[in-house]
């Protein structure tokens, strides 16, 4: 309005600058740092495991077989079935966790999976984190399939878990192909800085001119409660038309994948779990993270029909 009136200018600036005043100068109470505070005496009466652990009835339904799967019921990580990724800070998206290869990150413990992030003290700055990011064997990837975890997830302020994939042929795995173009499924992500009740779907891939491009995240939020609170179920049915994405079976995400842009969606990829902390996407953490964060993993199962 104001660029079509400019007349209008002398009249409607202060008008526009005491709004300014007011907007910048009355702060909601329910600010970053109450907000953060408070997500910690939530998250300070959070149980791992979770109650519902032994509570699982899930049935992938009919015509699927299982083709892969960890149950985690071994006195230890199983390195024929995962690859501990060693990675400095800052490798990928200005994270400030470095990725290690040590049991403290990552280990089986009373038949569920334990991921932790680890704050190693002082100040909170890239480099005074450890965490683990898992990954399946590239040359054991997947085409199609329901692909599933049950997991109890972690919460706060710069915390970022993920179940995810990406294309067996990238290149820092030993591939020859870089991302995007290796494509990449995000089967889940949860920002804690956002929201600990909503996790997010997505993809990425290599356009036709060769850039990034991506669906967009789609977010499925509980009704009541954080991620952190219980088991849940995440997985995604893929074939060669489409992506769907679910939460303890509801239905909440679809992509189609025809169309060229899409064909590395219709080769292999392999899994990864991790808690990435900081960087460009999932923002700083502070005091009121609630470290160690944790994030378990009763199983991952992949069916085919």
């Known amino acids: 309005m104001i660029e079509q009136r400019p007349k209008l200018l002398p009249l409607l600036a202060p008008l526009l600058a005491a709004s300014l005043v007011a ?9 970053d740092a109450e907000r953060q505070q408070a997500a910690a005496t939530r998250g300070a009466t959070i149980v791992y495991p979770a109650e519902n652990l032994p509570a699982d009835a899930y049935d992938p339904g009919p015509g699927w077989r ?11 990580l199983d390195p024929d079935k995962w690859i501990r990724q060693v990675e400095p800070a800052e490798r990928f998206n200005g994270e400030w966790q470095r990725y290690t290869d040590s049991t403290d ?3 089986v413990e009373n038949g569920v ?6 704050h190693e003290g002082g100040a909170h700055a890239p480099n005074r984190y450890t965490s683990a990011r898992l990954h399946t064997p ?3 990837g997947w085409r199609y399939g329901r692909i599933a975890a049950r997991i ?9 878990p993920a179940f995810w994939m990406l294309g067996a042929n990238i290149d820092e795995n030993g ?4 991302w995007p173009r290796t494509g990449e499924i995000d089967i889940l992500e949860l920002y804690g800085s956002r929201d600990n009740g909503r996790v997010e779907a997505n993809i990425h891939y290599a356009d036709g001119d060769d850039r990034h491009a991506s669906m967009g995240s789609v977010g499925f939020d509980l009704e009541d409660g954080w991620f952190a609170d219980a088991f849940h179920v995440f997985e995604i049915v893929w074939d060669e038309d489409r992506i769907v994405w679910f939460v303890d079976g509801q239905r909440y995400a679809e992509t189609s994948l025809r169309g060229e842009a899409f064909d590395e969606f219709r080769e292999p990829f392999f899994i ?3 808690i990435a902390v900081g960087g460009r996407a999932a923002g700083p953490p502070g005091d009121a993270s609630g470290f160690p964060q944790r994030m378990l993993v009763d199983w991952v199962r992949i069916y085919q029909r």
């Open 23 to 31: 907007c910048t100068t009355q702060r909601d109470p329910d600010d």
């Open 66 to 76: 299982i083709v892969w799967a960890d149950e985690f019921d071994g006195p230890k």
């Open 105 to 107: 990150n990552a280990d």
């Open 113 to 118: 999976l334990v991921i932790r992030a680890i």
């Open 138 to 140: 590239p040359a054991d």
């Open 152 to 160: 109890q997830l972690p919460w706060g302020q710069g915390i970022w």
């Open 175 to 178: 591939g020859d192909t870089p």
């Open 272 to 274: 990864l779990l991790n």
